[in-house]
């Protein structure tokens, strides 16, 4: 995926003023959207520092030079204007904000979440329903589902469509990219890729209630070999995943392990989508 460029030197400015953070985050990009989401990050941060680094410079210089103590400094009490000073106040921050914009919206677009991802292969779906205080992925077209759990195959789309049975919540996986909310009565898309085998942690980045902290889940990046082993392996284990399964599977639990269903009700996500308007139905007809 192409992403806006700045240049080595401003990259390689970020990449040392940033390079120290923990690995596991959005510094450390196993996919194509979250390596181009860091290259933003850092050619805006550097952008900025082209106006922040003279700021604390000159700030010091102003200081020594113009201190009381210096009888050197010339002393213009009568002085008021300078177009040159003008100039450099004006035009610095007009182009700052300029290449911000143009970062900002160039990456707006290449990097919306709901536009396919260019690959080889065709897109994994993957259906989520974010519970109390869990996480629920299908497989639409493998018939089989996961709670706290997503394996993928490396270098393969994946084309995640996420709701909310509950209440709004965020759905994250930062070394993937692209943090995308989850609502309930509503659908959100969000296309994302790994790169490289792995097991990368996903979580809620949005507080939704007392154990919104244990919706976390991992997303396991196998090769293709692995992936096929791990999707024979769930269809002969687990259990059958139909409505009345997950409405039980709804109720209010915190910490939920991970467990796996070897098959999936056709048309659950829909189910699940249309059981979170209810309550919004009902509030709008009392």
């Known amino acids: 995926m192409s992403s806006p460029r700045l240049g080595a030197p401003c990259l390689l400015l970020a990449s040392s003023l940033l390079g120290g953070c923990g690995s596991q985050g959005i510094l450390d990009p196993q996919g194509p959207v979250a390596a181009a989401e860091r290259l933003i990050l850092m050619n805006s941060t550097a952008i900025m520092l082209c106006v922040v680094l003279p700021v604390i410079a000159l700030t010091g210089i102003f200081a020594v030079r113009y201190r009381s103590s210096n009888r050197r400094a010339t002393y213009e009490p009568r002085w008021g204007y300078s177009g040159k000073i003008e100039l450099v106040v004006w035009s610095i921050p007009a182009l700052t904000v300029i290449l911000l914009s143009g970062v900002s919206w160039i990456g707006s677009h290449e990097l919306d979440p709901a536009r396919p991802l260019e690959a080889d292969t065709p897109p994994l779906r993957i259906e989520v329903v ?23 195959p490396v270098g393969t789309p994946i084309d995640f469509e996420i709701t909310s049975a509950t209440v709004m919540t965020a759905f ?13 009565g509503m659908s959100s898309r969000l296309n994302l890729l790994a790169s ?60 939920a392990p991970v467990e796996t269903f070897r098959t999936v009700s056709p048309g659950l996500f829909l189910h699940a989508l249309r059981s979170s308007m209810q309550p919004f139905a009902s509030a709008a007809g009392g």
């Open 130 to 152: 974010a519970l109390d205080w869990k996480w629920l992925f299908i497989y639409p077209d493998e018939r089989v589902a996961a709670v706290n759990e997503i394996a993928v």
């Open 196 to 255: 490289a085998p792995g097991h990368y942690p996903g979580f809620a980045a949005h507080f939704s209630g007392d154990g919104f902290s244990d919706m976390r889940f991992v997303v396991h990046a196998l090769p293709p070999a692995e992936y096929a082993a791990w999707l024979a392996q769930t269809r002969e284990s687990g259990e059958t995943l139909d409505e009345a399964h997950y409405d039980a599977l709804a109720r209010v639990a915190a910490k």
């Open 172 to 184: 994250f996986v930062p070394q993937l990219g692209t943090q995308i909310y989850a609502m309930p």
